[in-house]
């Protein structure tokens, strides 16, 4: 019996790992601008293999994919300063969609997407306002408030961009959902 659970964590950490590996790449490409005048918010799908991994093996496997995806990101593409501020939000915010979605999709899974993207857009607005923002303005001297303006920032580019983005999981793990179980079913 022992032997059995040790070759299912094995098998469970493999795929982790893979899953991770995919999510790294995901993170890397391909990306979109959908924001006009916002070139870097950009889409991606890196949380859609997190996602499916916390519904197959749960939630203590995907936190820990989410984990080693940012950590290898901050690894092998750091692009300092820029990194070092944006990776914590991206992690953050993704953290947030994934248990919103996690805890809430047994439920409904309809509700678990609006409350995940309504809660990722929200947190998007204030880890903006009080961490990005200040610390992109100390630290490259790049002052949105000089630019546009911090209320137009907001309203014209973090809160539709986040609306979109939480959308665009949304429908794509929805998609994806029963191939996964299909492929996972194994495990």
């Known amino acids: 019996m022992e032997r059995k659970n040790k070759n299912k964590e094995l098998r469970y ?8 590996a995919i999510s790294f ?8 601008s959908i924001i006009p005048g916002a070139s870097f918010l950009e889409l991606e799908f890196s949380i859609i293999p997190i996602m499916l991994l916390a519904v197959t093996l749960g939630l ?10 940012t950590v290898l990101h901050l690894i092998v593409l750091n692009n300092g300063i820029g990194t070092l501020i944006g990776l914590p939000v991206n992690f953050v915010l993704a953290l947030i969609f994934l248990v919103t979605f ?5 439920k409904n899974v309809w509700l678990s997407f609006i409350a995940a993207t309504i809660l ?6 204030i ?9 992109y303005s100390e630290f490259m001297k790049f002052d949105i408030n000089k630019l546009i303006g911090i209320n137009k ?16 999981w949304s429908f794509v793990y929805y998609l994806l959902s029963p191939i996964s179980k299909t492929l996972l079913k194994g495990l």
Do not use: D, H, Q, W
Request: proline residues 5%.
């Open 13 to 20: 950490l493999t795929v982790t790992v893979l899953f991770s």
């Open 25 to 32: 790449l995901l993170m890397i490409f391909p990306k979109i």
């Open 60 to 69: 203590r496997y995907a936190l820990a994919a989410l984990f080693l995806r």
């Open 102 to 106: 996690f805890y809430l999709r047994e």
């Open 120 to 125: 990722l857009t929200l947190f998007a607005i």
């Open 127 to 135: 880890l903006n306002l009080y961490f990005a923002v200040p610390l």
């Open 153 to 168: 920032y907001i309203v014209s580019m973090i809160l539709p961009f986040n609306l979109i983005e939480g959308i665009a």
